[in-house]
């Protein structure tokens, strides 16, 4: 407390109106500006870390944070704003952001809402299910009532909804941690009952140099046993950087689907040799089909769509088993695709984003050998986690989409028309980082949300 004080002291000449007033505006500005598309408007994180609790991964000092400012963040593909603001914008940045940490000490973490929350079309009660200091990841169901959770930092656990969550599971795959890499998604495969495979995917290599791998096992006596590979880029093409791992596991007639971001390399996406920016088919047991678009003329057959940014949600519609995702753009242009055999999707040669530090990607929005998202938002949501509801829980969204956001801390549902949307609607908000989105057996809707830890709530 005595160096905050000693900080506000030390910028006191240069306070207005509670501000920190710069040259061409005040410091909250250029924060909301330049930072709160990746960290949010008050520092909780979005895109990116939160600035405002937890630990700093990539700076210790004011000088360590002068520094990422300035010159960014090249592992991150995070580029700097030396170009944007002057060193007096910079300093008033850094304090400005040591004051969201001070405020934020005594702030309680958002907890879920009381009683009945009002929407368009159906009442519904929050619930939570399950809290850790961990930050969950991904979650699916088993056949008992159970389910089968993640963290970032590598446990994989299983929840029983009367008991809480349980011990992690022993064995599970080595990952890299690094930025948004780690344990990621968990599917349980459609017929567990028969065969008792589970299927994970992670941040697979060695040292920070990483990709999305996936595979299979089986859970006996608390342990990871009988791993089967599903899908491992060849090692010269892991990337040292921390963001854009994608990955979401969904299933249909016996076949997989994944994704994996482009890994912070752009162009990557558009390349048929390279694994970044994709979405992949494979027989549940690893082989490639031969029907697949690429089988012939790539080196990685399992390709089924490509030119993704960073896609962080699958979903098969239930009424005619179409597969959609969302995936993150960058500043603007959050996506929501019907993804198609063999189409491209643009990535980033058309995108309704900016750079984060505002400069231009492209002036193209859409081309015709390119497939438009069937909506996008811009300005960005961060679109992480989305399901499809069906069952007897909530008729009345019955088949609509409820698709998470991260930095805008919401859950929106989506009513699909032939070329838009019918219906759009907020039905949460405020209750912390919406990472996944669950439909479960019995039809109740399940949500992972992130605010010092994470929890499982459960709408009913």
């Known amino acids: ?61 004011d000088e360590d944070r002068t520094r990422v400012i300035r010159e960014g963040l090249p592992d991150f593909n995070k580029e700097g704003f030396e170009e944007k603001l002057n060193e007096r914008e910079i ?23 009381e009683g009945v929350v009002r929407t368009q079309h159906r009442d519904f009660r929050l619930e939570t299910v399950a809290e850790s200091r961990g930050n969950m990841w991904g979650m699916d169901f088993l056949p008992d009532g159970r389910m089968i959770v993640t963290e970032i930092n590598g446990p994989v656990r299983i929840l029983d909804p009367e008991h809480g969550l349980g011990d992690p599971i022993r064995d599970t795959p080595e990952i890299v941690r690094h930025g948004q890499g780690g ?12 065969n008792g495979w589970i299927y ?55 076949y997989v689907f994944f994704a994996i971001g482009d890994r912070g390399a752009q162009q990557h996406a558009q390349r048929l040799d390279l694994p970044n920016g994709k979405i992949f088919r494979l027989h549940d047991d690893g082989r490639v089909p031969e029907d697949n678009p690429f089988v012939d003329t790539s080196a ?3 390709i089924w769509s490509y030119g993704h940014r960073n896609p962080q949600a699958l979903a098969i519609r239930p009424e005619n088993g179409e597969i959609w995702s969302t995936e993150h753009g960058p500043r603007g242009g ?43 938002w811009t300005p960005s949501i961060a679109v992480c986690g989305m399901a499809f509801v069906s ?35 907020v039905i949460l908000q405020g209750q912390g980082r919406v990472r996944d989105v669950r439909c479960g057996p019995d039809g109740s809707l399940y949500l992972i949300l992130e605010g010092r830890g994470s929890r499982v709530v459960r709408l009913r």
């Not at 344990?183 to 028969?194: G, Q, S, T």
């Not at 996506?335 to 058309?350: A, D, S, T």
């Not at 231009?360 to 497939?371: H, L």
């Open 1 to 61: 407390m005595k160096n905050f004080f000693w900080i506000c002291i030390l910028v006191l000449g240069l306070r207005v109106e509670g501000q920190i007033n710069v040259g061409r505006g005040n410091a909250r500005d250029l924060f909301v500006e330049h930072c709160a598309v990746c960290h949010g408007e008050r520092g909780e994180g979005g895109l990116g870390g939160p600035l405002a609790h937890g630990e700093w991964k990539h700076t210790q000092t």
């Open 91 to 113: 300093r008033a940045l850094v304090i400005y952001i040591r004051e969201l940490r001070e405020m934020a000490k005594d702030e309680p973490p958002p907890r879920p809402v």
């Open 183 to 194: 344990m990621l998604d968990v599917a349980v495969h459609p017929d567990y009952a028969e």
């Open 200 to 254: 994970l995917s992670f941040a697979d290599g060695s040292g920070r140099n990483s990709m999305t791998a996936v595979v299979r096992g089986r859970i006996r006596d608390g342990a990871w046993v009988d791993e089967e590979e599903i899908f491992r880029a060849e090692p010269e093409h892991r990337r040292n950087a921390g963001v854009h791992f994608g990955s979401r596991i969904v299933f249909q007639d016996g």
């Open 300 to 302: 990685y057959p399992a």
């Open 334 to 376: 959050d996506e929501l695709n019907h993804i198609v055999r063999g189409e491209n999707y643009g990535w980033p040669v058309v995108t309704h984003g900016m750079n984060y530090n505002g400069t231009p990607i492209t002036e193209e929005t859409e081309r015709e050998d390119m497939k438009s998202p069937h909506w996008h």
């Open 391 to 425: 069952g007897d829980q909530f008729p009345e969204w019955e088949g609509d989409l409820l698709v998470g956001g991260l930095r805008s801390e919401v859950v929106e549902r989506l009513r699909l028309g032939e070329d838009g949307l019918e219906e759009r609607e």
